[in-house]
Nanobody, 127 residues
Framework: QGQLVESGGGSVQAGGSLRLSCAAS????????MGWFRQAPGKEREGVAA????????YYADSVKGRFTISQDNARNTVYLEMNTLNSEDSGMYYC????????????????????WGQGTQVTVSS
C-alpha cells in the first residue's frame, strides 16, 4: 500500500491563492484516478477535483469550477491543486486520495471510490 502526503495548505485572505501538492510514494501500481477532497467542521467530506491519470481528463465540483485547477507531474508522482479566488467557503481540511488498484471509478468526485488517503492539509480563508 502506498502513501500520500499533502502539503501547501495555510491561511490566506479571501481572494487569495494557494497551491496544494500531493506526493505519492510506495505504490506498486499507478492509480487510474487521483482526487482532492475537503472537509469542513460538521460537514461531510466532499469531492473538489479529480484527474484521470492516464487520459488527463479532469473533473470539478461546481463550486470550484473556474477557480481551481488539478494537474499532475508523472515524473514526480505528484498531483497539484491550484486554488484561486479563495473564499471562506473553501476553508477546510484538504485530502488527496487514490482508488484501489484496478478500480473502475464511475464517479470521480465521490469519495466512496477512493481507498487510499493522505493525512490532509488545512486551508483557512479569512474574509
Amino acid at each position: 500500500q502506498g502513501q500520500l502526503v499533502e502539503s501547501g495548505g495555510g491561511s490566506v485572505q479571501a481572494g487569495g491563492s494557494l497551491r496544494l501538492s500531493c506526493a505519492a510514494s510506495g505504490y506498486t501500481y499507478r492509480p487510474n484516478y487521483m482526487g482532492w477532497f475537503r472537509q469542513a467542521p460538521g460537514k461531510e467530506r466532499e469531492g473538489v477535483a479529480a484527474i484521470n491519470t492516464g487520459g488527463g481528463g479532469t473533473y470539478y465540483a461546481d463550486s470550484v469550477k473556474g477557480r481551481f485547477t488539478i494537474s499532475q507531474d508523472n515524473a514526480r508522482n505528484t498531483v497539484y491543486l491550484e486554488m484561486n479566488t479563495l473564499n471562506s467557503e473553501d476553508s477546510g481540511m484538504y485530502y488527496c486520495a487514490a482508488p484501489s488498484p484496478g478500480a473502475v471509478v464511475a464517479v470521480p468526485l465521490s469519495r466512496w471510490w477512493y481507498k487510499s488517503w493522505g493525512q490532509g492539509t488545512q486551508v483557512t480563508v479569512s474574509s
